[in-house]
């Protein structure tokens, strides 16, 4: 597995409160995603980054902020989180743009919002 | 709007036959297209990268093929075991219109491939 880590793992939380969720990489790769997997809807990007301070919006980005101030770490904020934000959360990293590189995903952190 | 569809929730299928999975794509004709395989409770792993220059690519006993006239991708499992069973998502990328300047790779939501022994 590519050294990816994502914690929590497992979240419950209630409406309203903030939430910070963390990727951390061992690979030094430029690129780290967030994505959200929903049943009938798949992954979803929702930020990712291409470089220390370099983030970019994905499709489904309300709602949530990133950071990333250190090559491998990536943080996703839910600054007042939302039932509808009930998911499992991926992070992601690939060596190059998403074009034309695989993407290493890690292994999940399964948010509940009460 | 861009659409990325695999066209199976749920394949079953006997130890040793071909899976045979199909990826349809409309609105765009990507350069590149992916496909993961997704077990239970962990994320997704990458398999294989096709380009649009490129009609077939295998791996071992994977094989993918890629019709830009169809807009259509199939994946192939040959001598398929249960240990194969798992959803398998294809993915493509989209250009820098559709989501951020880097683009964005958009997921199907899967077919569950499911090996009988």
């Known amino acids: 597995d590519a050294g990816i880590t994502q914690s929590p793992r497992h979240k419950v939380t209630e409406t309203g409160t903030p939430v910070t969720l963390r990727c951390h990489q061992t690979?030094?790769?430029?690129?780290m995603y967030w994505y959200r997997q929903d049943p009938g809807h798949g992954l979803r990007l929702i930020h990712y980054s291409y470089g220390v301070k370099d983030t970019d919006k994905g499709e489904v980005s309300d709602g949530y902020s990133v950071s990333r101030s250190k090559t491998e770490d990536f943080l996703l904020t839910l600054e007042s989180a939302t039932s509808s934000q009930t998911s499992v959360y991926f992070c992601?990293?690939?060596?190059?743009?998403?074009?034309?590189?695989?993407?290493?995903f890690g292994n999940g952190t399964r948010l509940t919002v009460t | 709007s861009q659409k990325i569809e695999q066209n199976s929730e749920a394949l079953n299928i006997q130890e040793g036959k071909t899976a045979t999975l199909t990826c349809n794509y409309t609105n765009y004709s990507p350069a590149y297209l992916q496909w993961y395989r997704q077990d239970p409770g962990r994320g997704p792993v990458f398999l294989l990268l096709?380009?649009?220059?490129?009609k077939e690519k295998r791996k071992e006993r994977l094989k993918v093929t890629f019709d830009t006239t169809l807009k259509q991708s199939l994946f192939h499992i040959t001598a398929s075991q249960p240990a194969d069973s798992a959803t398998y998502l294809c993915a493509l990328w989209r250009g820098s219109n559709y989501g951020g300047s880097q683009g964005n790779l958009i997921f199907g939501k899967g077919t569950k491939l499911s090996v009988k022994p």
């Open positions: 096709i380009r649009e220059n490129e």
């Open positions: 992601a990293i690939s060596e190059s743009g998403p074009f034309n590189s695989p993407l290493h």
């Open positions: 690979e030094n790769h430029r690129y």
